[in-house]
Structure formats: C-alpha cells, structure tokens
C-alpha cells in the first residue's frame, strides 16, 4: 500500500478551500462544526470568514471588516461550534455559539463540519481540529461530499451526520433542564437540513457495481465499534487481506495491544495476510536504524505462525515543519478497497473499544477495483506517501508520549453543575446575563466568576447562596459589549475553567459603532448603491472626513442658488427620501434565506426601523414626520417578495413587513392642528389602505 514521493500529487488539497461556498451555492443559512482542540480566532476569521464569503481582512480592513462580519453573520439562522469541554474558550464575535460537550466516557474528538448554503449542503469530515495548526501545519485527511437539488450525493451519509451531530448535542445539554438558546438554534437547523432533504427529494438512484460507495462510520458511547461498522461495510464475500494503518498515536506500550488483535481478527485466516503501519520515525544518528513512534505490541499482536502473515512498518513522508495527524484505515482483497479517514486514532477510545469511548466520526470509501480502477488508483493518491522500514536495520520503539492536539492536557474542564450563560437584552431591564445551574452534582465550594476584562469578581458561591440557591439567576450587566465568557475557580482549583457566554437571540447584540444610529444621508447613500455594505460604507466614510484647513476660507458664495439650503424644503426632502424608500422597497423584495437575515433587513442598522428613525429625526415637525412615515408605509405596502426554491415563502415576508408597518402607525401623531387636516386625512387614508 505503499507509495513512493512524488513531486506531483494527486489527492491533496487545501481544507480551508472547502469552507468556500461552490459555485451558484446560494446564501449562507447555517454552519456546524464539532471538534476536539479549538481556536476561536481561527475559526471565526478564517473558517466562517471563506463560509460567508467575507471580502474585508480582519488585519487590514479594520471597522469594515467588523461591519461585515456582523451584516453576514446576523442574517444566518446558526452558526456554531460544539467543542470538547477542555477546549471550549476564546474571545470571538457572540454572534456565533461556542457549545461545550462533555461526553460520560471520553472526549468529542470527532471533526464534522455541516455548511448549508440556500444550494448545497456540504458534509466535510476529517482529522484536522478547527486550529491553525490543524488546517496549516499538520498533515491531516478529509473528505467532503456535496448535497443538491438535482444531485446524487449519497443521502445515507447526510443522514448519519444530522444524526451524529443530535448525539453530539446532547451531550452539550443538561439533564432535566430546558434546552439553552445556542442549542435550540443547533436543532433548529438541523431540523431545517432534514425538511430541505425532503423538499428537495434527490434521486437517490440504485448504486451499480462500479459505483464508488460513501458511508459514514461513527463510534462512540452506546454506539459500535469501529471495526464493528467496517464489518457492515465491507462487500467481499470473504475478510480481507490486507490492511494498512495510518495513526500518529497508538495504545500505551503496556499489555497487548488491542486495536492490533481487533483487526487481525477481521483478516483472512488462511493463507497470505499482511497489516501495515504507518506512523513516524527518526533515524538513529550513527546507527542506522530507526526509532519508531508506535509500540512494539504491534509488532506481536498477531501470533500466527502462518509464513504468509507479515506486520511491516512505514515512515510517512512528511514536508519540513509537517507533523503527522492523520488517521485511517485501508481494507483491501484482491478485488475490492474500503478506506476511512477521519478522527480516530488507532487506540481504543478511538475506536470505540474499552471503558473509555471518544465520539468519533469517520467517512469511508468502498469500491470494486477490477470495475473501477480509476477510482480505486484516486484512493490511493489519498493515501500518505510513505518508505518501508526494513526491519533488518534494527527497529527500536518509542511511542509518542506527547499526544498535542488530541489529549486535554492540563485544560481544566467546566464542572457540570455550570449548565450554561446566557447575554440578553430587554427593554425594561437592559443587558443581563442569565446563568443556569444544573441541580446535581453541585457546584464546587468556593467558586468564583471572574470577568476575563479586568478581572474582577462578577458573581461567586456566596453571592449564589443568598440567592437561595436558585437554579437560574439573571444580574444586571452594566457595560456596552457584552462579554466572550467568564474565568471559574474554586477552592483547591489550580487554574481557571472557562464558562462560554451565548446570546439568547441576534437582537441582543448591538452593532458596531460604524452602523449606529446612522443619519438619514448616510442610509440614503447606502441603500441607494447595489455595492455590498463594508463597501459603500468605506467610500462614505472616506468621503466625510473633513478637508484639511489650508488658511484660505475663501470669499462670500455669490450663486444666489448655491446660498439657498433646499434640504430644509419638504419637496426637496420628500424626493431624497424617495430614492432611500424606492431602494428599500427593492432590497425587500431580494429573496430571503433565513428569519434572521429578513430581521436584519426590518430591525438592523441599515433596515427600515433605521430608515424610520431617521426620517423622524429629519422631520421638521410632527406633521412633516406623520407624512414622511406614512410614505414609507405606502412603500413597504408595495414590497413584491420574489419566490426563489431555497429561500422564505414570500407570504412569511410578507406577514413580517405589515407587523412593522403597524409599528410605523404606532408612531404617527395623533391630533393634528386644523390646518393640516388634508394631511391628516391623507395619513389616516393610507394606513387604511395598507393594513387592510
């Protein structure tokens, strides 16, 4: 199974390229992404940022970059990230969720990444953790397949992963409490992933012999083995022959190794049967031999005396700086292939073997080689470029005791009886956090919240006990940016946990300084341009900065014209206003892919409560403003929503723009002087009309 370095290569890629959307794949709905290590940065500039299709650079863009990264991230209906509990941290954008999962019997050490855009569904599992070094150093595997309208994709494999993703959420839950927010958002879009299957109702034709075959393969507390699932898999109607293993980190050296033993047990009995592993090695200076990551139980897991049986071992080749992070399996006769790639390591939390069980997710690949050599070869471009050790040279076996990026470390996990935190807005009491705990086990003696800002104590153990214990405790926020999570520490603990803050829904977060209480000009000019908004933006804002003072001020304006304000006329203001209202009503009328982006578009910074706030601010007097509203009501009376396969039924629209046009009535004065009673009579006319 082995291959020989080649300056080409076939099967590799980049997986930052496969968060970008396809071609013609519509607006971005939602995103899920589960892993093990985590970095937020990372994540949310360089993941979500090529998800959502942002073109500002976080380093470079500065504000503009702010202002669109919330404009794209508002209109989805979730984004989120479900990581293991020892590495739920990070400061990022609170319009995405960071869930912690804490599994009974092990870690989430699964890599899924769930992208739906309005035109595809995109299923990506690998072996990289969402950091840097995962997408950037390491070698890592992955495997992505594309979901349609008219496609072909195989529907089994969507399915598991919306399955998989369930499982994986409730182990975010606590028991015997109401799903938080972030996790009903989780559902939420999960449930729309499976209602879009439907709609779209694929051909999922009958596969032929030659067919390439994708099947999920997950393991985890209550589920099967690994091993278990590749019994199910494979086609041949005797075991297999060959097998070949890649893994960076193996069972403790101690004992038997139980992994080995398991696949032994899968090979053919009789005659010729050979299991290859492919890890790392280091040459022996002025010896050599090599040093073998790996333990020698592997050497001896197979007791045959069979002269057919062989266990070889290989060093992967790796690029100066690379560290080996990819896991597999390939299973192979002399006829069919079964390869799977993605998290698990060949230990036995990885495959789903012992007492202690990782969730782990895996794709693999069956084909029929005399059928379809073609795509039997491509798998194995897949496969890692590795030299055979010959073991007359003297292997020598040392087992990497560092396993980075896949063992918690010295991360301190949150205790469960912290459930979850909850930021939120209301117009009575203003920002809160809600905080929740679960009733058993209890809390730590002891414990502290501690604001990652100043730190600075925000709620402790004693605080809690005069509030009787209660499970859910909502307290005043008193500061303008909500916070990314709080520091806990408690008695005897020798560091911090991390407790997440999540938003109770995307109105709770205000905008960025750039997009507040914009005036009247400014959305005119907005509004008015078919430009993405980080752009008109820019150009705004370049445009208004004051000229520098040269010392010449110049004479007196002469052009009688030019010394006349017209902005004060309401002809003049009623006609600027127009091309804000017209190019409103058109931006309404653009197909929709999610309550949130239609929220946005009625609520946001450049929606048409802004517009109306600003018009009330422009008016001159009560009746000016009773015109100016009424006008915009006549506007969105005439919003036409256009029907587009994907995005919101038009009605939807519809029932939401004539809630806020009784908002707007809401607003018109009532009691106008006699003098205005035509405009009166006017105003009232046309809210008549409209929400008829």
């Not at 080409?8 to 093990?36: Q, R, V």
């Not at 779209?200 to 278990?228: A, I, Y």
């Amino acid at each position: 199974m082995a291959r020989r370095a080649k300056d080409h290569k076939p099967g590799y890629g980049k997986l930052l390229d496969a968060w970008a959307p396809p071609e013609n794949a519509g607006s971005p709905i939602g995103c899920l992404a589960t892993t093990f290590t985590f970095s937020s940065v990372f994540f949310e500039e360089e993941c979500l940022g090529r998800f959502l299709g942002l073109e500002s650079d976080p380093n470079e863009d500065g504000p503009l970059y702010l202002v669109e990264r919330e404009e794209k991230l508002s209109g989805v209906q979730c984004a989120a990230a479900l990581v293991d509990q020892h590495h739920c941290k990070g400061s990022r954008s609170l319009r995405w969720d960071l869930v912690p999962v804490r599994p009974p019997r092990g870690l989430l050490h699964a890599k899924v990444c769930l992208l739906y855009w309005a035109e595809c569904v995109r299923v990506i599992i690998s072996s990289a953790n969402l950091t840097k070094d995962g997408y950037r150093r390491n070698q890592e595997v992955f495997g992505k397949v594309d979901y349609y309208p008219t496609g072909h994709a195989p529907l089994a494999l969507l399915r598991g992963v919306v399955e998989f993703l369930r499982t994986v959420e409730g182990y975010a839950r606590t028991p015997n409490t109401a799903p938080p927010p972030p996790l009903v958002r989780v559902t939420g879009l999960l449930d729309r992933v499976g209602d879009t299957l439907d709609a779209w109702n694929p051909d999922e034709k009958q596969l032929g012999r030659k067919d390439l075959r994708v099947h999920p393969v997950f393991s985890g507390p209550e589920m099967p083995s690994v091993f278990e699932t590749l019994d199910d898999l494979w086609p041949g109607a005797s075991p297999p022959t060959d097998a070949s293993v890649v893994s960076p980190f193996f069972d403790p050296a101690e004992g038997p190794n139980k992994p080995a033993r398991q696949l032994w047990r899968r090979l053919r009995r009789r005659g010729k049967a050979t299991v290859e592993f492919h890890t790392t090695a280091e040459e022996i200076p002025g010896q050599g031999s090599y040093l073998v990551h790996a333990p020698a139980s592997l050497e001896t897991a197979e007791s045959s005396t069979r002269s057919e049986v062989s266990t070889d071992f290989y060093r992967v080749e790796l690029e100066p700086d690379r560290r080996l992070h990819a896991k597999s399996i390939w299973l192979q006769d002399d006829r069919w292939v079964l390869y799977m790639i993605g998290s698990s390591n060949f230990t036995s939390a990885g495959l789903g073997l012992g007492l202690r069980v990782n969730l782990e997710a895996n794709i693999a690949y069956c084909v029929d080689a005399r059928r379809n050599a073609q795509a039997a070869d491509a798998l194995g471009h897949a496969f890692p470029e590795s030299s055979w050790l010959d073991p007359a040279q003297g292997l020598r076996w040392q087992p990497r005791r560092d396993e980075g990026e896949d063992a918690p470390g010295d991360a301190i996990p949150l205790p469960p009886a912290f459930a979850d935190a909850t930021y939120g807005v209301s117009v009575e009491e203003g920002a809160s956090i809600t905080l929740r705990f679960a009733g058993v086990p209890p809390p730590p003696a002891g414990w502290k919240l501690i604001r990652e800002d100043d730190e600075s104590e925000f709620f402790s153990a004693e605080k809690w006990e005069r509030e009787g214990r209660a499970p859910e405790v909502t307290l005043t926020w008193p500061r303008d940016r909500p916070p990314y999570g709080f520091s806990v520490t408690w008695e005897g603990c020798h560091g911090a946990a991390w407790w997440p803050v999540n938003i109770a829904e995307t109105g709770s977060l205000p905008p960025p300084d750039e997009l507040r209480d914009l005036h009247l000009e400014a959305l005119i000019h907005i509004l008015s341009s078919a430009r993405p908004l980080h752009r008109v933006l820019g150009g705004y804002l370049r445009k208004r900065k004051p000229e520098p003072e040269t010392g010449d001020r110049g004479g007196p304006e002469i052009d009688p014209h030019k010394r006349v304000d017209t902005s004060t006329f309401l002809l003049q203001r009623t006609r600027r206003v127009s091309r804000a209202l017209n190019a409103l009503r058109e931006r309404l009328e653009r197909p929709v892919a999610t309550e949130q982006s239609l929220d946005w578009r009625l609520r946001g910074p450049v929606g048409v409560r802004a517009v109306a706030r600003a018009l009330r601010k422009e008016a001159r007097s009560e009746e000016e403003r009773a015109f100016l509203l009424s006008e915009l009501a006549l506007e969105l009376n005439r919003v036409r929503p256009r029907s587009v396969p994907g995005y919101l039924d038009p009605a939807r629209v519809e029932k939401a723009i004539r809630l806020v046009i009784e908002e707007l009535k809401e607003q018109i004065p009532v009691g106008m002087p006699e003098s205005v009673r035509n405009l009166e009579t006017y105003v009232k006319e046309v809210f008549r009309q409209v929400l008829r």
